[in-house]
Every structure is written in structure tokens, then in C-alpha cells.
């Protein structure tokens, strides 16, 4: 069973501050990592993907990915209340494979 | 800029009854992909669709659910006789490409099966 592990949270973070947010993932021929931003009733929204090893930039958010751990995360700078929702993390596997697993995800809660 | 459009945005059904939900996916997208999201769980794979065939599916996209792709812009998720469980967010997305390329997801639509 393919499982993609987030800390459900509130992670509550004052405004102007880095949020960071983790995923685990179980296998490890894991293909790609993907970020979604899913504010309450509304869709998935893609802030950025990632896959290869190392660090990814993208204005305030940079995602890293560490295969060995089988670990990525998302690091928000400066964050603003806006930025208040929940966190998917979602993996492609590799091979024929073009689902995504998702997370439960994590939400995040900016405080002014 | 381009986007995956759904309706309709809310449907409310009868126990039994078939319903349809709509998708447009981005234009020159290829790969076409249903979602749920049971209220308050994760977002589920039910299904993907490339080449007018379906790709992959999950456990869940059983004898009762189909996809169609009915002419060159819409995609379709049909379930033929609604269960109380079924009640979700369904997601319709698309990518570009398979591998690793991003999919887009619609607005959803809100079924409720009464």
C-alpha cells in the first residue's frame, strides 16, 4: 500500500514568519512530489512540484526533496494570512503510473 | 489563463438515481483524471483517461461508474445507480503530459446523494 504521510496539524505560524510543512512517502520509486494549496470547499490549487533531490524555488515557497529519507517539504516565507489552508502533498510513482496519492494534508494557520 | 471548468458546481440526487458530472479540461492537455474527496479525507484517485481509453483505475471506480469523453472538449464521469456513500467533491484534472508533469484540477463539483 502506497501511503504519503502528513502531520495533519493546525501548524499555526505568526504573520512574517517561515511555515514549514513535511511529507513522508513509502515508496521509494516515487517519480514526483507535488505541493497543492486547497482552501475549505474549494479545489486543489498546484503551487509547485519538485523531483529531483535538493531545493526548488518559487517566489516565497521553495520545496525540498530528500529521496534518500523519503522526505519532501514545503517551506512558505513570509507568510501572510492568506496563505491560511490546508497543505496536499501529493506523489506520482514511477512506471506506467500517472495518479497521484495524496496526503490527508496539513493546515496551516497564519495569525495576524 | 487556461483552466479546467466543471458543472455542475453542486448536484443533489436521489438514492439509485444516474448522475452525470462535466468536465472541460485545458485544451491541449492529454491526460484527464477524476478525483474525490469524501468530506473531511483525502483526495482519491478514481480514474484516469488517455488516447480515449482509460489508463488506470482505482479500487474504487467500480461497475458503476464509467468515463467518456463524448466529443473533443468534455469528459465525463457517469454513476449509474448513486449510493449514500458516494456523496464527495468530485475533481476533474488534466496534464499535458504523463510522467512528470503537473495536472490541474477543476472547481469540483459537490454531489450530494439523498
Known amino acids: 500500500q502506497k501511503e504519503v504521510e502528513q502531520n495533519s496539524g493546525p501548524l499555526s505560524v505568526p504573520e512574517g514568519a517561515i511555515a514549514s510543512l513535511n511529507c513522508t512517502y513509502s515508496d521509494r520509486g516515487s517519480q514526483s512530489f507535488f505541493w497543492y494549496r486547497q482552501y475549505s470547499g474549494k479545489s486543489p490549487e498546484l503551487i509547485m512540484f519538485i523531483y529531483s533531490n535538493g531545493d526548488k524555488e518559487d517566489g516565497r515557497f521553495t520545496a525540498q526533496l530528500n529521496k534518500a529519507s523519503q522526505y519532501v517539504s514545503l517551506l512558505i516565507r513570509d507568510s501572510q494570512p492568506s496563505d491560511s489552508a490546508t497543505y496536499l502533498c501529493?506523489?506520482?510513482?514511477?512506471?506506467?503510473?500517472?495518479?497521484?496519492?495524496f496526503g490527508t494534508g496539513t493546515l496551516l494557520a497564519v495569525q495576524p | 489563463e487556461p483552466e479546467v471548468t466543471q458543472t455542475p458546481s453542486h448536484q443533489v440526487t436521489q438514492m439509485g438515481q444516474e448522475v452525470i458530472l462535466r468536465c472541460v479540461p485545458i485544451s491541449n492537455h492529454l491526460y484527464f483524471y477524476w478525483y474525490r474527496q469524501i468530506l473531511g479525507q483525502k483526495v482519491e484517485f478514481l480514474v484516469s483517461?488517455?488516447?480515449?481509453?482509460?489508463?488506470?483505475k482505482s479500487e474504487i471506480f467500480d461497475d458503476q461508474f464509467s468515463v467518456e469523453r463524448p466529443d473533443g472538449s468534455n469528459f465525463t464521469l457517469k454513476i449509474r445507480s448513486t449510493k449514500l456513500e458516494d456523496s464527495a467533491m468530485y475533481f476533474c484534472?488534466?496534464?499535458?503530459?504523463?510522467?512528470?508533469?503537473?495536472?490541474?484540477f477543476g472547481q469540483g463539483t459537490r454531489l450530494t446523494v439523498v
Open positions: 483517461f488517455y488516447n480515449n481509453e482509460i489508463s488506470e
Open positions: 484534472a488534466s496534464s499535458q503530459q504523463g510522467g512528470v508533469t503537473e495536472a490541474f
Open positions: 501529493a506523489v506520482k510513482y514511477g512506471g506506467a503510473t500517472n495518479k497521484l496519492i
